[in-house]
């Protein structure tokens, strides 16, 4: 897994415990997920930035017990809303013009920055507890990754490679709830009212309400080792 926003030195693993594919299929679907709250490419339309998320998503669904319906009726809704602007081409057709109008441009209508969510300040508790955990776990913010340690992308990225480890590692399930329970847990309801509302005005709040929807369901389960045979 090659980070995009954090990076670690090698690490090896404390022991093997068995069912591990839960936790590897959860890392997966965060994985999935701080992707997609990262910029998409540069000409791309809606189309070439969702249906392959979707076709991951969909191959996690199973073994996550996802329920996918509302990311796939809001991308129904934003397909046709954007039909006409993605048909006459032009700036506008771009997802990232998108994208930038609901996260980027001010004023922003939902924030990825999760201090703004949870304090309603930028670079305060919320960024510097961020950036404690990631230091104790061994990683640190990419340095062509400019923004804040409390941003979505980087959280969840952080959540994956946690879930990852303790695929192999029951030590780093402590983490894994911890963090889970304290951040991502905290800030996905409130990142999805905040996408709902800006959806009026950017069309796109609907797709990303309903990606922010997911996270619960992936964190929903991510703390049991013992479902699938894990030692005590």
Known sequence: MSGVTLSAPEWEPAWEPEGEASWRARADACWLLARAFMPPPHGWRFRDWFEPLL???????????????????AARQVAEL??????????????????AALFLTPPVLAPLNTGLLLEGSLAGWVAQQAKACYQT???????????????????????ARLLDRA????EARALVES???????????LLQQACQRAAPR???????????????????????????????
């Open 167 to 170: 695929a192999l590692d029951i």
């Open 202 to 232: 950017e069309p796109a709040g609907h797709v990303y309400a309903a990606l922010a929807g997911l996270i619960p369901q992936v964190l929903r389960t991510a703390n049991e080792p013992r479902a699938h045979g894990s030692p005590a």
């Open 55 to 73: 076709a991951d998503l969909e191959d996690l669904a199973a073994p996550l017990q996802l329920d996918l319906a509302a990311v796939q009726a």
């Open 179 to 189: 963090f889970s329970h304290h951040f991502p847990a905290a800030w996905a309801p």
């Open 137 to 159: 776990a061994g990683f640190e913010p990419c340095e062509d990754f400019h923004d804040l340690p409390d941003h979505v992308a980087m959280q969840l990225e952080f959540m």
């Open 82 to 99: 954007r039909r006409d602007t993605e048909d006459g081409g032009g700036p506008g057709a771009d997802w990232l013009v998108a994208y």
